[in-house]
Nanobody, 127 residues
Framework: EVQLQASGGGLVQAGGSLRLSCAYS????????IGWFRQAPGKAREGVSC????????YYEDSVKGRFTMSSDNAKKTLYLHMNNLKPEDTAVYYC????????????????????WGQGTQVTVSS
């Protein structure tokens, strides 16, 4: 059973940085897509970054390109989201998620169809 546990959220001033972590386990193969998603109050969930395990390509939502970087430490079985130059509009609950399918589709659909979700971690950026 795939399990995901996200951590690392907090309160930061605009222009600051945070690193989110997602400890994962239970993957049977490299075919899973895994990534980060977020949901702000009153808004639909959106994809932030997503990749297929074993793939070299990571997709990012346009507003975070150049500011956010997703990486993974396979030895630690941890996925990271490095967030720099944070803006108030980045305020949201951030989730890591995994599922069988294409990472680009999952990013663009806000994670629709992803089977496995970690608990969210709150990121609040003050102006």
């Amino acid at each position: 059973e795939v399990q995901l546990q996200a951590s690392g959220g907090g309160l930061v001033q605009a222009g600051g940085s945070l690193r989110l972590s997602c400890a994962y386990s239970g993957f049977a193969s490299d075919g899973y897509a895994i990534g980060w998603f977020r949901q702000a109050p009153g808004k639909a969930r959106e994809g932030v970054s997503c990749t297929n395990r074993g793939d070299d390509v990571t997709y990012y939502e346009d507003s975070v390109k150049g500011r956010f970087t997703m990486s993974s430490d396979n030895a630690k079985k941890t996925l990271y989201l490095h967030m720099n130059n944070l803006k108030p509009e980045d305020t949201a609950v951030y989730y890591c998620a995994a599922g069988v399918g294409g990472s680009y589709y999952f990013l663009r659909s806000g994670g629709n169809g992803m089977r496995h979700w970690g608990q969210g971690t709150q990121v609040t950026v003050s102006s």
